[in-house]
């Protein structure tokens, strides 16, 4: 590896490469700032681009806009509660209450610091570990990415404040709805009523957008502006220090998402909610989560970030993309006759280890950039909601027909973000609920998928050996949500 390394350094030095990673990293955190546009399809949008390019500024651009787009979508989500991508979900729980309370500013730097760090941990565990690490991810089957799910949906738990009831029902209701549309063992319709749009099952981003912003605009309707105190703070959009001690955070934070983003079809959303979870069960004062905790922000932001590298492990040795990014990632290495597998780090080593050395690179370029208009990001939190709600509102219904180019989506839409506020009003959780459209697929197919290969019996979920350390873990993080309740009543 090191006798590829001087020229990899070589390639990622040319002008044209420094200058798709700058272009790539810049057009990413827009992306990912406006909801519905995602990564996904900024990269997708790339592949035809970058086939005029040299191999090594093309793969750049598009890891450049990979990164930036996993840190841009904690902007919106920080400032307006509206999370530019499914995986800053996890981001919006705290930084908005931040936000509102003045403190967007060092929410913002919060998450571009959580961000970078994650991303290096990852990127470092591309360079250096990846066909371990890629022969680690094989022994991942059906029942263990059944179990990964429960663990992911365990977090319903944390996101339910106050009626554990309703916290549970929600979770239920998303499970439920994840159900729509065709069944993904047996392919027989579901709950579709005839509606075409919905034989794939309903699109969780148009659902997300409705739920978190829609939801919101009804909600700053009543008020005049985000800021709840602008005369109690006024250096508030100042450069605020980052809050001390989330570095252990933020270290578990990055390998949560490394070790979750190496799993194909996992993805950064389960890492954010998982590593969410983690900081809130090993807080001392988990009853300030929800309300405004930058350990939140950075935990869910590290793990969100972490999945960019290890999402890379899979696809670049085994040729195994592990999240839909790295699929769309893939294309722009097929094109240019990159065959992912051992050649890519020997033959074309100086065009791949480039390509990795210019992810450090871009984490670099949206830490500067992220802390150096982070005060200016949130001034927004400072303008009326007359000039916000019409913004969020064009913002929402552009995102989600741009994902399928459907007016479908927007209804879809729609109808989420005013079942959402009545929800929200009546106490359930929006987040729970989201988790539970997200997961749901994922637990069903490796659910069936285990009651296939074991003939129907139960005890494949127990004779695994990472089966069984994943039920450790997921007791681990149950225990504790249902027992401090309880003491907390004794004492009282």
Same mark, same amino acid.
């Given at each position: 590896?090191?006798?590829?390394?001087?020229?990899?350094?070589?390639?990622?030095?040319?002008?044209?490469?420094?200058?798709?990673?700058?272009?790539?990293?810049?057009?990413?955190?827009?992306?990912?700032?406006?909801?519905?546009?995602?990564?996904? @399809?900024?990269?997708?949008?790339?592949?035809?681009?970058?086939?005029? @390019? %040299?191999?090594?500024?093309?793969?750049?651009?598009?890891?450049?806009?990979?990164?930036?787009? @996993?840190?841009?979508?904690?902007?919106?989500?920080?400032?307006?509660?509206?999370?530019?991508?499914?995986?800053?979900?996890?981001?919006?729980?705290?930084?908005?209450?931040?936000?509102?309370?003045?403190?967007?500013?060092?929410?913002?730097?919060?998450?571009?610091?959580?961000?970078?760090?994650?991303?290096?941990?990852?990127?470092?565990?591309?360079?250096?570990?990846?066909?371990?690490?890629?022969?680690?991810?094989?022994?991942?089957?059906?029942?263990?990415?059944?179990?990964?799910s429960i663990m992911g949906l365990a977090s319903i738990v944390t996101l339910t404040k106050g009626n554990m009831v309703k916290g549970l029902l929600s979770g239920t209701l998303g499970l439920?709805?994840?159900?729509?549309?065709?069944?993904?063992?047996?392919?027989?319709?579901?709950? /579709?009523?005839?509606?075409?749009?919905?034989?794939?099952?309903?699109?969780?981003?148009?659902?997300?957008?409705?739920?978190?912003?829609?939801?919101?605009?009804?909600?700053?309707?009543?008020?005049?502006?985000?800021?709840?105190?602008?005369?109690?703070?006024?250096?508030?959009?100042?450069?605020?220090?980052?809050?001390?001690?989330?570095?252990p955070t933020i270290l578990r934070g990055g390998l949560i998402g490394t070790l979750v983003g190496m799993l194909p079809g996992a993805g950064a959303t389960i890492s954010a909610f998982i590593?969410?979870?983690?900081?809130?069960?090993? /807080?001392?004062?988990?009853?300030?989560?929800?309300?405004? %905790?930058?350990?939140?922000?950075?935990?869910?932001?590290?793990?969100?970030?972490? !999945?960019?590298?290890?999402?890379?492990?899979?696809?670049?040795?085994?040729?195994?993309?592990?999240?839909?990014?790295?699929?769309?990632?893939?294309?722009?290495?097929?094109?240019?006759?990159?065959?992912?597998?051992?050649?890519?780090?020997?033959?074309?080593?100086?065009?791949?280890?480039?390509?990795?050395?210019?992810?450090?690179?871009? %984490?670099?370029?949206?830490?500067?950039?992220?802390?150096? !208009?982070?005060?200016?990001?949130?001034?927004?939190?400072?303008?009326? %909601?007359?000039?916000?709600?019409?913004?969020?509102?064009?913002?929402?219904?552009?995102?989600?027909?741009?994902?399928?180019?459907?007016?479908?989506?927007?209804?879809?839409?729609?109808?989420?973000?005013?079942?959402?506020?009545?929800?929200?009003?009546?106490?359930?959780?929006?987040?729970?609920?989201?988790?539970?459209?997200?997961?749901?697929?994922?637990?069903?197919?490796?659910?069936?998928?285990?009651?296939?290969? /074991?003939?129907?019996?139960?005890?494949?979920?127990?004779?695994?050996?990472? !089966?069984?350390?994943?039920?450790?873990?997921?007791?681990?993080?149950?225990?504790?949500?249902?027992?401090?309740?309880?003491?907390?009543?004794?004492?009282?």
């Amino acid at each position: 590896m090191t006798e590829q390394l001087l020229p990899a350094l070589a390639t990622l030095l040319e002008p044209s490469v420094l200058l798709a990673v700058l272009t790539g990293t810049i057009g990413g955190i827009l992306v990912g700032a406006i909801p519905g546009l995602t990564a996904t @399809m900024a990269v997708a949008l790339l592949i035809p681009v970058t086939f005029g @390019m %040299n191999p090594a500024a093309g793969l750049a651009l598009m890891g450049g806009v990979y990164s930036g787009g @996993m840190y841009g979508g904690a902007i919106s989500a920080i400032l307006l509660s509206t999370p530019g991508t499914p995986a800053a979900a996890a981001t919006s729980f705290d930084g908005y209450p931040l936000a509102r309370q003045g403190k967007g500013g060092m929410a913002l730097a919060v998450a571009t610091v959580a961000s970078f760090w994650g991303g290096m941990l990852s990127t470092a565990a591309l360079l250096l570990l990846a066909p371990a690490l890629a022969r680690f991810s094989l022994r991942f089957g059906a029942p263990e990415y059944f179990l990964l799910s429960i663990m992911g949906l365990a977090s319903i738990v944390t996101l339910t404040k106050g009626n554990m009831v309703k916290g549970l029902l929600s979770g239920t209701l998303g499970l439920l709805l994840a159900t729509v549309g065709m069944d993904p063992l047996s392919g027989y319709l579901r709950f /579709s009523f005839g509606v075409v749009e919905l034989y794939d099952g309903i699109s969780f981003m148009p659902a997300l957008i409705g739920l978190f912003s829609v939801s919101q605009i009804l909600e700053l309707t009543a008020e005049n502006r985000i800021l709840q105190k602008v005369e109690a703070d006024p250096t508030t959009l100042k450069r605020a220090p980052i809050p001390r001690g989330l570095a252990p955070t933020i270290l578990r934070g990055g390998l949560i998402g490394t070790l979750v983003g190496m799993l194909p079809g996992a993805g950064a959303t389960i890492s954010a909610f998982i590593s969410y979870n983690v900081a809130k069960q090993l /807080s001392p004062e988990p009853e300030t989560f929800g309300k405004g %905790n930058p350990v939140g922000v950075a935990a869910a932001e590290s793990a969100n970030n972490g !999945c960019v590298g290890g999402s890379l492990i899979p696809l670049l040795t085994l040729g195994i993309p592990g999240n839909s990014v790295a699929a769309a990632l893939m294309g722009g290495l097929l094109i240019h006759g990159l065959i992912p597998g051992p050649e890519l780090f020997t033959r074309f080593g100086a065009v791949t280890y480039g390509f990795i050395l210019s992810l450090f690179l871009a %984490n670099v370029l949206f830490l500067v950039l992220g802390l150096s !208009c982070a005060p200016l990001f949130a001034r927004v939190v400072r303008l009326p %909601n007359a000039l916000l709600i019409p913004a969020i509102a064009i913002l929402s219904v552009v995102g989600s027909y741009a994902i399928n180019n459907a007016l479908f989506d927007v209804w879809l839409m729609l109808a989420f973000g005013a079942t959402g506020y009545f929800l929200d009003r009546a106490g359930f959780s929006l987040g729970a609920l989201v988790l539970g459209l997200i997961l749901g697929p994922i637990a069903e197919l490796g659910f069936g998928q285990s009651l296939i290969m /074991s003939d129907g019996s139960w005890r494949i979920f127990f004779e695994r050996p990472l !089966c069984l350390l994943l039920w450790l873990l997921i007791a681990a993080l149950l225990i504790p949500a249902f027992r401090k309740p309880r003491s907390a009543k004794a004492s009282a």
